[in-house]
């Protein structure tokens, strides 16, 4: 087969057109068509089927093959330049699957500082209301625990569907763009620049539109319903932590539409491949929230007052620079509802929101079993909760990376590069809980002093030690799990997956510790984790699902002579 012509592309792969007839030999089988061999940037090629019915977009009975193993699949004639290309496909295929692998670092590295951060500032916001008293520091984490479900159980499916939409948006734009100049295309960390152009994506104001809508409903929420979700919680009228609990959650209340929004910012810069600049935003935000802890709470003595005032006032900060520096990257306007992708968004969304319902319920009960054991009980808790969840969020920050190049290379049907990012997604995340459990189980005790000096607290925080350390591997592979099944849309099995394990280590929560206290409430936590990894892990087995492509190889092709 002689190749006419040869376009530029990346370093890998095999770029090239030919319209000479031939047929294509499977099983022994052959069938004639117009051939087109491309090899999109992402190193995979496939073959387009030109009959008198126009252009099919795949060959169905071969599907694509990596340029690893171009050489064994197509030959090409001498005459032209295919031999050369052939000989370097193999020695490129290794640059190719570092490129991979190297793309998904430089992505994970700023979104683990991202993650990072806001947790270190609600760290030392619980060290410093704990150096208050135990009861501050148990009523700040209640309502602490209110805030989060009812922010981020909209928020968190907003957030990752909006990570998949945006990068699928965007791949789809890029190989439109493509067709002018496919030098290289527009995405970060590749070597090459991003565009510059300012581009009006629908999957990003649909997603503005939601998070502030849900914000505004969720602020008005929690302001007048307070003491409703303390009576939920188990905080009655007559408890000590009532009034402290409900001033602060009343005041939290406030930063809710900067929260949603802010978070849903970070799900569509992470749609543009972009981690760095959340970093930015949520540094300058939060280090002022730092700075602000001590001065409002000590200097102005406005104690568990002054901690909301400086986290709701961080929280605005960051989603106004946020707001600022997606401006640069597209099209904000108001935008026309008919444009607005309403539809994709909550029917994906509502399958998230029932996994995510079911996972703060799961996280919410464990709470609440620990506030019924009284306020020392409940204070040990608030830490090794707050460590815990702080700590396992770094890998979070990996599958949200994983999930975005997932997305983009799945939109394209190069299951070469998913498979890649899949595998090494979930080495590094285990590789992340193993070195976690080593470093907290090396130094919670001492982090814990940090938090409370209380005796009685300390005692019960270090009997959870085990807990805390011992189970990050778990945990930080069980996030991974999550960020595979959002890049490949698989949102309705995120769910019901979720929902399965909710319920049997509720189930668990809710009768063990009537016999080993508030150890069980940890253990069952450690259950919970523990399924979702078994869940992820039978999921990427299945044959009939969107990971087919694992199980299966790609069938050889051979070109007629």
Request: aromatic share 10%; proline share 4%.
């Amino acid at each position: 087969m002689a190749v006419n012509q040869f376009i530029g592309g990346r370093s890998c792969g095999i770029t090239g057109t030919s319209f000479q007839r031939r047929a294509i030999n499977k099983m022994g089988k052959a069938f004639p068509i117009y051939s087109m061999v491309i090899a999109p940037p992402n190193c995979s090629f496939g073959g387009i089927n030109r009959d008198k019915n126009g252009f099919n977009p795949s060959i169905m009975c071969c599907g694509s093959v990596s340029d690893q193993h171009a050489s064994d699949y197509i030959t090409i004639n001498p005459s032209g330049v295919g031999e050369s290309e052939s000989r370097k496909s193999a020695a490129t295929s290794q640059s190719c699957v570092q490129n991979v692998q190297l793309d998904l670092i430089m992505l994970s590295l700023p979104a683990i500082a991202g993650q990072a951060i806001e947790p270190m500032a609600q760290l030392m916001e619980t060290a410093y209301i704990g150096r208050l008293g135990p009861l501050e520091l148990a009523s700040a984490g209640v309502s602490t625990s209110i805030f989060n479900i009812l922010s981020k159980v909209f928020n968190i499916p907003l957030l990752s569907v909006a990570t998949s939409f945006v990068a699928e948006d965007i791949s789809r734009s890029s190989s439109k763009d493509s067709t002018s100049d496919s030098s290289c295309p527009n995405v970060s960390y590749n070597g090459c620049d991003e565009s510059t152009d300012r581009k009006l994506l629908p999957s990003v104001s649909t997603a503005l539109v939601l998070a502030l809508t849900i914000g505004i409903l969720e602020a008005l929420a929690m302001y007048f319903g307070s003491g409703l979700f303390l009576d939920i919680m188990g905080i009655s009228s007559a408890s000590s932590m009532r009034i402290p609990a409900q001033r602060f959650l009343s005041l939290r209340a406030i930063g809710a539409p900067a929260v949603v929004l802010s978070l849903a910012i970070q799900g569509i810069f992470r749609g543009f491949k972009d981690t760095r600049t959340p970093v930015f935003c949520l540094g300058l935000g939060n280090f002022s929230a730092v700075f602000m802890f001590p001065m409002l709470m000590y200097y102005f003595k406005l104690g568990v007052t002054g901690a909301a005032i400086s986290t709701v006032g961080s929280q605005y900060m960051v989603t106004l620079l946020m707001i600022w520096y997606l401006n640069k990257r597209t099209i904000l306007s108001i935008p026309n509802m008919k444009n607005l992708h309403f539809g994709d968004y909550l029917r994906s969304g509502g399958y998230l929101l029932g996994r995510t319902l079911a996972a703060v319920m799961t996280i919410t009960l464990s709470t609440s079993i620990a506030a019924r054991q009284g306020a020392l009980a409940m204070a040990a808790h608030q830490i090794c909760l707050q460590v815990w969840l702080s700590v396992s969020m770094l890998a979070d920050a990996q599958a949200a990376s994983g999930q975005a190049l997932i997305a983009s290379s799945f939109a394209k049907g190069d299951y070469n590069t998913v498979k890649e990012i899949t595998h090494f997604a979930l080495k590094t995340g285990m590789f992340t809980g193993v070195t976690l459990a080593v470093i907290l189980g090396a130094s919670f005790s001492y982090l814990a002093t940090l938090f409370t000096s209380d005796t009685q607290v300390l005692g019960i925080v270090r009997s959870g030690l085990l807990f805390v350390s011992a189970s990050q591997p778990v945990t930080a592979v069980a996030y991974i799990f999550d960020g595979l099944h959002y890049g490949v849309s698989d949102f309705s099995y995120a769910a019901y997956s979720m929902m399965a394990v909710g319920a049997i280590s509720s189930v668990f929560l809710l009768y063990a510790p009537r016999f080993f206290g508030l150890s069980a409430v940890w253990w069952g936590l450690t259950l919970f984790m523990s399924l979702r990894v078994v869940a992820g892990y039978f999921r990427l087995l299945s044959k009939n699902g969107p990971w087919w492509f694992l199980q299966k190889h790609m069938p050889k092709l051979e070109i007629a002579n």
